[in-house]
């Protein structure tokens, strides 16, 4: 079945510089990648999402890619702020049908 | 206010009693979802459903059970038979259209069993 891959598990950047995170997935099917950040004791929130007929989606300071042929999504975070510290979850499906597969999570710390 | 609803936010329980936690949403939703998450982890997939009166198993079933007899409700039973039940538990909905399947979460629900 469907595997996603997120790397890396935690990462600590400069508040102001940015932050990317990287996620592969094994179904070449798949064609829906959502980002997901959850904030302490909270349920996660989709803050951007992207689809296969899609290279490149921006939203302020986020931004996804999407490279189909490598089968690999990265989220990119620019001038990161304080409020970006949270977990990061990316996922991939097949479509409305079909089942989120979530990847591990990665922590983000942005220092002060 | 539409959004997904989930109570208790703090859960206490005996080892050997069941427990139900609620999900409810107003977002007419048509796929609703449980999630557990243990510390550090990922979201492992519990049960879902697509429409009402059905459910399918996900990856971690075992110990669970739900039922879904409205679109708005979607409860999830821990019973004793679930090993390790003290976790995060999380609630999702969708609707099942192409464009639309962005799924919606609560709050969750952290269960403590003793």
């Known amino acids: 079945g469907e595997n996603v891959e997120q790397h890396p598990s935690t990462l600590s950047v400069q508040e102001g510089d940015s932050a990317v995170i990287k996620c592969t997935y094994s179904?070449?099917?798949?064609?829906?990648f959502p980002w997901y950040k959850q904030e302490l004791g909270k349920g996660p929130q989709l803050i951007i999402d992207?689809?296969?007929n899609v290279g490149e989606k921006k939203d302020q300071r986020i931004a996804v890619t999407l490279n189909k042929t490598a089968k690999h999504f990265s989220l990119h975070i620019t001038e990161t702020q304080p409020e970006d510290s949270a977990v990061y979850f990316c996922?991939?499906?097949?479509?409305?049908?079909?089942?989120?597969?979530w990847g591990a999570g990665t922590k983000l710390i942005i220092k002060p | 206010d539409g959004g997904i609803t989930q109570s208790p936010k703090y859960l206490f329980r005996k080892e050997g009693q069941n427990v139900t936690l609620s999900c409810e949403q107003n977002l007419n939703h048509d796929a609703m979802y449980w999630y557990r998450q243990d510390p550090g982890q990922g979201l492992r997939l519990i049960y879902y459903s697509q429409i009402v009166n059905d459910f399918q198993k996900g990856d971690i079933a075992e110990g669970y059970s739900v039922s879904r007899e409205k679109k708005e409700s979607f409860p999830l039973t821990v019973t004793s038979a679930q090993k390790n039940p003290t976790a995060f538990y999380l609630c999702a909905s969708t609707y099942r259209t192409s464009g639309r399947d962005e799924q919606y979460f609560g709050p969750g629900t952290r269960l403590t069993v003793t």
């Open positions: 179904d070449s099917a798949s064609n829906y």
């Open positions: 992207i689809r296969s």
């Open positions: 996922a991939a499906s097949k479509g409305s049908n079909y089942q989120l597969i």
